[in-house]
C-alpha cells in the first residue's frame, strides 16, 4: 500500500516539471523581445565662433636657442605671460649650456694612467674671462637689477659668504685676484726646489700689495679680521671662549700689531724675535681681558689643553676632568723642564727620571679618565708636553 502511495507522489512531481517547462518555452518562442531601435544620432546646432575656436590648434612652443640672442629668447618668453623669475632662471640655465658646451669641446683628456698637469693656469684665465662674459650677457638683457638677484649671487657676489660688505664689482675683482694667484702658485712637477718656496712667497707678497690697492683702508681692514692667516688662529685657538665681536677685534689688533711684521731676522734670531713679540701682546692681552680671563683664553692656545678637549669629547670626559688632566700634565711638564736642567745628573740618571715621571703621570690620569682615554692622552699629548718642557713650562 504505502509503496503505491510513493510511486503516485512522484508521478506528480514528475508531471508538475513538465508543465513548468511547457509554460516558459511558449512564453520565450511566443513572445520575443523587440528588436533593438535603430541609433539616429541628433544634430546639435554649435555657435560659429565655438566650432572655430575648437577647430584651432596650439601654436607650438618655438623658442630660439642661437648662442647671440639671448636677448631674443627673453622677449620670447615674455611675450607668452612666462614670470620674469622664471625667465631669469631659463636664460641662466641656457647660458650655462652653451658654455659648458664651449668648455667641453675644449677640454682635453688625460689617460688614466698618466698624471693630470698641475699648472691649470691658462685654464684659470679662461673660466675667469667666460664668467665675465657671462656677467655681461645678463647685464645686457636684465640690466643692473640683475646684480641683487639672489640666483646670480655666484657670478655678481662671489664672495659675498664672508665679504658682503663689499660691493660687487670689488668681489669680482678680489675673486679673481685670488684664483688667479692660486693657479699661478700651484707646485709644478717633480722636487722642492728652493726657488719655488721663494717665487711662492713673492706671489703672496704680490697679491697682498694687489688687494690693499684695490680695497680702501677701512675695507682691507674688514678682510684682514676675516681672511688673513692670523684671523684663521685667532678663530681656531679662541674657539670655546666666551668672547665678544669687539674683544676679538681689540685683540686681533694687538696681536697684528706685534706679531704680524715681528720677524725681520730668519733662523733662530727669528724665533726669540716672534717669540718676544708674543711675550708683550700676551701682557696686553691679559691687562685688557683680566687675569681669569686671561687664564682661560692662555689655555685655548695650548695645543695639550685642545688635544685634550679632543680626548674629553670622544670619551665622554666632564671639561672638570679635562681641566684637572690638563693641571697633572702641565706639572709634569714642570718637573721635566727641572730634570732637564739639572746637571748634576748623568744622561743615564736623567732618562730614569723622565721615565718615573711619565709612568707617575699615567697613573694620574688614570685615575681620572679611566684606562682607555689615558692611553689616548698619552698617545697624543707626550710630543707637547716635551716640547713645552725645553721652551720652559706655562704658568
Not at 512564453?27 to 565662433?49: A, K, L
Not at 667641453?104 to 688614466?112: E, G, K, L, N, V
Not at 711684521?261 to 681681558?289: F, P
Amino acid at each position: 500500500m504505502g509503496v503505491h502511495i510513493q510511486m503516485i507522489k512522484n508521478i506528480v512531481i514528475l508531471a508538475l516539471f513538465v508543465v513548468n517547462g511547457t509554460l516558459v518555452y511558449a512564453f520565450v518562442v511566443r513572445n520575443p523581445p523587440p528588436p533593438p531601435q535603430p541609433f539616429t544620432p541628433q544634430i546639435v546646432p554649435v555657435n560659429q565662433d565655438m566650432a572655430q575656436e575648437a577647430t584651432l590648434e596650439p601654436a607650438p612652443l618655438e623658442l630660439i636657442t642661437p648662442r647671440e640672442n639671448y636677448g631674443t629668447l627673453t622677449e620670447q618668453l615674455r611675450e607668452r605671460g612666462v614670470s620674469e623669475d622664471l625667465i631669469r632662471q631659463m636664460v641662466l640655465a641656457t647660458i650655462d649650456r652653451d658654455f659648458l658646451l664651449d668648455q667641453q669641446a675644449q677640454r682635453i683628456d688625460t689617460p688614466y694612467w698618466k698624471r693630470p698637469p698641475r699648472d691649470n693656469y691658462e685654464t684659470v684665465l679662461a673660466t675667469l674671462e667666460l664668467e665675465d662674459n657671462k656677467r655681461n650677457m645678463l647685464l645686457e638683457i636684465f640690466g643692473d637689477e640683475i646684480i641683487d638677484d639672489p640666483l646670480f649671487e655666484n657670478l655678481f657676489k662671489p664672495l659675498n659668504e664672508t665679504l658682503a660688505f663689499l660691493s660687487s664689482d670689488k668681489q669680482i675683482a678680489l675673486d679673481s685676484l685670488i684664483r688667479s694667484n692660486q693657479a699661478a702658485s700651484t707646485p709644478r712637477d717633480g722636487g722642492f726646489l728652493r726657488e719655488n718656496w721663494v717665487d711662492r712667497q713673492t706671489s703672496e707678497q704680490d697679491l697682498e700689495r694687489a688687494i690693499q690697492e684695490l680695497l680702501s683702508q677701512d675695507e682691507y681692514m674688514e678682510y684682514q679680521l676675516r681672511e688673513s692667516a692670523l684671523a684663521g688662529t685667532m678663530r681656531r685657538s679662541m674657539d670655546g671662549l666666551d668672547s665678544s665681536e669687539q674683544e676679538y677685534r681689540d685683540i686681533y689688533e694687538i696681536r697684528n700689531a706685534l706679531e704680524t711684521n715681528a720677524v725681520t731676522l730668519s733662523g733662530r734670531e727669528g724665533r726669540q724675535e716672534l717669540l718676544a713679540a708674543r711675550e708683550e701682546a700676551n701682557q696686553q692681552i691679559e691687562d685688557y681681558l683680566g687675569p681669569q680671563r686671561f687664564e682661560e683664553y692662555e689655555r685655548l692656545q695650548d695645543p695639550v689643553y685642545r688635544s685634550l678637549q679632543s680626548v674629553g669629547e670622544r670619551y665622554g670626559t666632564s671639561d672638570a676632568n679635562v681641566l684637572a688632566v690638563y693641571e697633572v700634565t702641565n706639572d709634569a711638564a714642570s718637573r721635566i723642564q727641572e730634570v732637564t736642567e739639572n746637571s748634576d745628573l748623568s744622561r743615564s740618571e736623567r732618562r730614569q727620571k723622565m721615565s718615573e715621571i711619565q709612568t707617575d703621570t699615567h697613573v694620574q690620569v688614570t685615575d681620572i679618565l679611566g684606562e682607555e682615554a689615558a692611553k689616548s692622552v698619552q698617545q697624543n699629548t707626550s710630543r707637547f708636553i716635551f716640547r713645552r718642557a725645553g721652551r720652559g713650562s706655562r704658568r
